[in-house]
């Protein structure tokens, strides 16, 4: 029997570059911590994209919506638009990845978090 491989779908490429082209405008006009934000979320929506390409229609959708989020980024025109920011793009982008079960590509992994004793200090061990 033959199987034919099949590639990156149209969906894909077009997802995949929306991110690209979004993160060429972004390189233009942010620095430091929030560049940096911008390229980790870039990454990891891409490989999310990438990962689900033959998943279903479902998980697919949810990556859509992530990319979107993205690249949707409002500028703010008073007070009926307001601006998006990266931190709430990065919140939508992770938990997607958790929902799809990739902690793998959070933008941020969490800390493992330790119960702290009356003093401040972490529990030991």
Known sequence: MFVEERGPTPGTDVLIRKVEGH???LRTSLRGPELALAERLADSLRELVVSTAQSSAADRGQVRVAVHYFVLRRES???????????VAQRVVDKVA????????LVEPRRALTPALPGGDAAAG
Do not use: E, H, K, Y
């Open 77 to 87: 025109r008073g007070a009926m638009l307001p601006v998006r920011s990266l931190a």
């Open 98 to 105: 958790l929902q799809l079960g990739r902690p793998d590509l």
């Open 23 to 25: 993160l060429t405008a």
